[in-house]
């Protein structure tokens, strides 16, 4: 049967307030060199990540009515997101969230201010809708997200997780996921979890060991990112690296989010799973050259130009950018 989305994004999606600074004030004045917003969350920047590079995507989660909420639902629709089904609370305040990049040493700084939004609950989750995808992604695990993904998992498609942080909801529910993309933050949980010190660093090997224990618990792939170091996975009996591309960084915000919707992008293209991760690396990549975490997603054109030759053509990077600066 042909299926109406191929990617659907469950959870909390928020709004960003971007702010590009030379260093934190010190004092009680200091400039801003520039700002913008745009819509922030894990899963909701991967999923306009996908939008844009040609996926049908759509999104599941709740917002309030306030004004955040009205600009998280037209920030998914320019990034070419379905929002069919995003849940709008009467009376309530979406997340939001301060990401300060600072020019000096390229360090950012997110504070968050957490909405008053419920998260999605089993009642939310329209079965024919869940039917209707290829693959979830998702970025936390209540007894909703575990329902949709029962009804995908009936219907043939695929569970991707945002493991950003080494939580319960993530390593009590391993059985869900399919495709499992971890930060670096919930590798060193993890490998801490097991009794392995990290802090002198690991071989390859020794890092390939720790994902073998998640893709044990029934992930087809596993695979983390390193930052500058790139990333590394493993599937099947095969293992993989692939390095970061040399770019102009100014900002890595939202790096790892559009990373996971390139490469479910990839994946559901028909790629191969290093093929898929190169894939995702050049988005990534291209992302970082642009403030927050939606500015530089490229569109294929632009990335399969920048993979090819290493250079990226700002031609469209550049009109989004100025549009976000501008606002929504």
Known sequence: MEKKFDIIGLATPGQDLVVELEKMPQTVSS?????????????????????????RASFCGVVGDDIFGRMIAEDFRFNNVDTSHLIVEKGKRSNFCLCITERA????????????????????IDEDYIRSARMLHVGFVNEGIRKAADIIHSAGGKVSVDA?????????????????IGSEYYFNGL??????????????EERFEVMRHVQKKGAEIVIFTFGAEGSM??????TFSVPAMDVPVVDTTGAGDVYHGAFDTAYLKGMDVVSAAR??????????????GRAGIPDVDTLEKFLATGKIDY??????????RRGI
């Open 279 to 292: 894939y995702a690396t050049g988005v990534s990549s291209i992302k970082c050259t642009q403030m927050g």
């Open 31 to 55: 400039r801003m060199y520039d700002c913008c917003f745009q819509g922030g969350g894990w899963v909701a920047t991967a999923l306009c990540a996908a939008g844009n590079l040609g996926m």
């Open 191 to 204: 490998a801490e979890s097991l009794g392995i010190d990290v802090s002198k660093g690991l071989s390859d």
């Open 233 to 238: 996975g493993v599937y099947g009996e095969n």
């Open 315 to 324: 031609e469209k990077i550049n009109r989004r950018a100025e549009r976000y």
């Open 105 to 124: 040493d390229k360090k950012k700084t997110i504070i968050s201010r957490p909405g008053e939004c419920r998260e999605l609950e089993p009642e939310d």
């Open 164 to 180: 950003a942080y080494y939580k319960p909801y993530v390593y009590e529910n391993y059985d869900i996921f399919d495709i499992f």
